[in-house]
């Protein structure tokens, strides 16, 4: 995640952890089905996030990758949907 878009691990996981985070589970923007897409706040970086995750089994994810999220998944978090 940092060497694409300069999100620390820390961010993404105060992202993921953030009580009104929206997940989309599958992702609709996946491919292949096994990823998930979380909006949510990151105190630290004061930003709402999107973050993808991908299963690995047994309800366990690892955090593919992330980013400042733009307008339209700002619009979603807000929203709450």
Avoid: C
């Avoid at 105060?14 to 979380?38: H, L, M, Q, T």
């Avoid at 970086?45 to 955090?63: C, N, Q, S």
């Amino acid at each position: 995640m940092w060497d694409n878009h300069k999100v620390a691990a820390v961010e993404a996981d105060e992202a993921v952890g953030d009580v009104d985070a929206i997940w989309f589970d599958p992702d609709p923007a996946s491919r292949s089905g096994k990823s998930v897409r979380v909006i949510g706040y990151s105190h630290s970086r004061r930003a709402i996030l999107t973050v993808i995750l991908v299963h690995v089994g047994d309800g366990a994810y690892y955090g593919a990758d992330g980013w400042e999220s733009n307008p339209a998944d700002q619009r979603r978090y807000r929203e709450g949907q």
